[in-house]
């Protein structure tokens, strides 16, 4: 892998990790600009979740997270008004942030992920 491969790479699971971190307020206003489904946001982080999995522990219990919602057929955790008001997105917001603080007081600015969070308007 090149260096650019391997900066694609950061920035990929950095903003998967940025966006299921943020707010329900800034994820329902990231999920109308891009013109998705909230459930963009759980197959965005899967898609990235083998890119990231040796470079930040912790991403598999937010895929578990959003595994049990998909399995779970007696709500419809995918709504927007899920992203305020369902168990498991703040679930999955919380693990996101312990991920961000706990690689942000390890490894310092060194971390390619140091300047998190960033603004959600650059993740269209």
Do not use: Y
């Not at 990929?12 to 994820?27: D, K, N, P």
């Not at 759980?42 to 990235?48: P, Q």
């Not at 219990?61 to 057929?73: C, H, K």
């Amino acid at each position: 892998m090149d260096q650019g491969d391997a900066a694609r790479r950061v920035r990929l699971v950095r903003e998967a990790i940025v966006l299921v971190a943020a707010s329900a307020e800034e994820q329902r206003a990231w999920v109308s600009r891009a013109g998705v489904g909230t459930d963009e946001i759980a197959l965005m982080f899967e898609d990235v979740l083998r890119l990231g999995d040796g470079l930040v522990p912790g991403l598999q219990a937010i895929d578990a997270v959003f595994a049990e919602m998909t399995a779970d057929r007696t709500v419809d955790h995918w709504s927007v008004a899920a992203l305020a008001e369902d168990e498991g997105w703040e679930r999955a917001r919380l693990l996101a942030r312990e991920i961000l603080g706990r690689q942000r007081s390890c490894a310092g600015a060194s971390w390619p992920f140091a300047q998190f969070p960033a603004p959600l308007g650059k993740l269209t």
